[in-house]
């Protein structure tokens, strides 16, 4: 059986996602610590809220080097909303510090008619990705945020893998090899949302 | 595009949807994660639970019953009613809500909201605002006062001036109910509304009054909001949610397709 480990460093709500996985199959185990991640095909570092706090969490319970060497070996690794900025190399929220496995940071909206960004939008992908098999090109996804990635460097273009229009467009979902992130919240979602977790599960199942 | 969020909502008390006129005459409605988990396939953008259990003896009741919905209904979950203190938040978002609204409590603490926003984010953070009209002098604009504990108690606020004030505090969001229209369904308060949205950055969100699918176009269009909240017209299923989108649709405001029908 496929097993994912979902990263509670106190941000936000583990049970949708908890739900969501083991309704597509696979063993959910909640990692609050490096020996949680034995014996994981998956990784999942959930979140809403501030970066630096975030980054602070799991500094304290020293999941910092264990993320950036999954990472490092390219293993499945998904990161949702907040979990997803960490990627990059600081936020703009709060000027933290963060992963830096990716280049660029996490850039308040601009031209937004309201902020939060909060609801239903569309999530238009540039190109075909695994983690979307099954879910309609112009499916919603849920969204509840303020800043969104902004990637920078020579693959830039490659890592934007969908966008979304909140006045201006914005990056809403990254990937680079096993590595995927998506701004909105899969767990909150609907049937694309279930899809979309039981797709990375799956992925995780045929990468191990 | 942003689709504008249709959100039923829901009277919990003692772990059980009740419904009757707030606090009064409750009968009991069924299960909350059930009657969620339908409001969710029928098209819900989001859920509210709002919890008028007594003090504080339905804590873990209201824990469990939440825990139980983010199982079932995989859309957003907004919780209101009895959160005072940050670990209370704290408490209520673990077990599974995305949001928690705060209403008497921000208004005797607004503190509370800069606490709770700074500890989770202000997305997490909804401010309830319960407004009634205040007569107005001729030739004087409209207003309107904010009162709480369910209408029973005036404050003396300035309805818009506290939304400013709560949004500079943190608020990611208002729920914007006006009192005098709550359970009448003589329609939204779109003065109201559009007084705090043209004021404020963050979504608003409508309540109180909504007879049929009409009203929820006039609370976006003219009232300025974001979404629209109802509660007695969906449990008496007298509109589906459904139809509430058509006429949204038909009026030219975006919304997410109900999941299986058509597009």
């Given at each position: 059986m496929t097993r994912i480990a979902v990263v509670d460093y106190g941000a936000g709500n583990l049970v949708s996602i908890d739900q969501a996985l083991r309704s597509a199959g696979a063993e959910v185990v909640i990692a609050r610590a490096e020996?949680?991640?034995?014996g994981a095909d998956g990784l999942i570092v959930p979140g809403v809220g501030a970066a630096r706090p975030a980054m602070e969490r799991l500094r304290r319970r020293a999941l910092v080097g264990p993320i950036r060497r999954w990472i490092a070996a390219d293993r499945p690794f998904l990161g949702i909303c907040l979990g997803m900025q960490l990627l990059f190399d600081g936020s703009d929220e709060d000027g933290a510090r963060t992963l830096?496995?990716?280049?660029?940071?996490?850039?308040?909206l601009v031209g937004a008619p309201h902020l939060p960004h909060i609801g239903w939008n569309t999530v238009r992908r540039r190109r075909p990705h695994p983690l979307f098999a099954g879910v309609a090109?112009?499916?919603p996804f849920y969204f509840?945020?303020?800043?969104?990635?902004?990637?920078?460097?020579?693959?830039?273009?490659?890592v934007a893998l969908a966008v979304t229009d909140h006045g201006p467009d914005f990056v809403s979902a990254v990937a680079r090899g096993h590595l995927a992130g998506v701004q909105f919240h899969p767990e909150r979602s609907g049937r694309d949302g279930l899809r979309l977790l039981a797709n990375f599960a799956l992925l995780a199942g045929r990468a191990a | 595009?942003?689709?504008?969020?249709?959100?039923?909502?829901?009277?919990?008390?003692?772990?059980?949807?009740?419904?009757?006129?707030?606090?009064?005459?409750?009968?009991?409605?069924?299960?909350?994660?059930?009657?969620?988990?339908?409001?969710?396939?029928?098209?819900?953008?989001?859920?509210?639970?709002?919890?008028?259990?007594?003090?504080?003896?339905?804590?873990?009741t209201l824990r469990d019953v939440v825990e139980r919905t983010a199982r079932r209904a995989f859309v957003p979950l907004t919780v209101g009613g009895g959160v005072r203190t940050t670990s209370e938040m704290?408490?209520?978002?673990?077990?599974?809500?995305?949001?928690?609204?705060?209403?008497?409590?921000?208004?005797?603490?607004?503190?509370?909201?800069?606490?709770?926003?700074?500890?989770?984010?202000?997305?997490?953070?909804?401010?309830?605002?319960?407004?009634?009209?205040?007569?107005?002098?001729p030739g004087r604009p409209a207003a309107w006062e904010v009162v709480v504990k369910g209408g029973r108690e005036a404050t003396g606020l300035d309805a818009v001036a506290w939304a400013e004030r709560a949004v500079e505090l943190g608020a990611g969001e208002l729920l914007v109910t006006s009192i005098d229209r709550d359970g009448t369904q003589s329609g939204y308060d779109t003065a109201l509304l559009r007084?705090?949205?043209?004021?404020?950055?963050?979504?608003?969100?409508?309540?109180?009054?909504?007879?049929?699918?009409?009203?929820?176009?006039?609370?976006?269009?003219?009232?300025?909001?974001?979404?629209?909240?109802?509660?007695?017209?969906?449990?008496?299923?007298?509109?589906?949610?459904?139809?509430?989108?058509?006429?949204?649709?038909a009026a030219g405001i975006p919304v997410r397709p109900v999941p299986g029908a058509a597009a």
């Open positions: 020996p949680d991640l034995e830096g496995v990716l280049p660029g940071r996490a850039v308040r090109a112009d499916a509840v945020h303020s800043y969104a990635p902004r990637p920078t460097g020579a693959d830039a273009a490659d | 595009m942003l689709a504008v969020r249709v959100i039923p909502c829901l009277d919990v008390a003692g772990g059980r949807v009740v419904k009757g006129t707030r606090f009064v005459d409750l009968v009991d409605e069924g299960d909350p994660p059930e009657l969620a988990e339908r409001y969710a396939r029928e098209g819900a953008d989001e859920i509210v639970f709002l919890d008028i259990t007594a003090a504080t003896e339905g804590r873990a704290r408490e209520v978002l673990r077990a599974g809500a995305d949001k928690v609204s705060l209403n008497t409590a921000a208004v005797a603490d607004p503190a509370l909201v800069w606490r709770c926003a700074r500890r989770f984010g202000s997305q997490a953070v909804v401010v309830a605002i319960d407004a009634r009209r205040i007569v107005a002098l007084a705090i949205a043209d004021r404020v950055p963050v979504p608003v969100v409508a309540s109180g009054g909504a007879a049929g699918p009409s009203d929820f176009v006039a609370a976006v269009l003219e009232g300025g909001a974001s979404a629209v909240l109802a509660a007695s017209i969906f449990h008496r299923r007298r509109h589906s949610i459904a139809a509430v989108k058509a006429a949204m649709a």
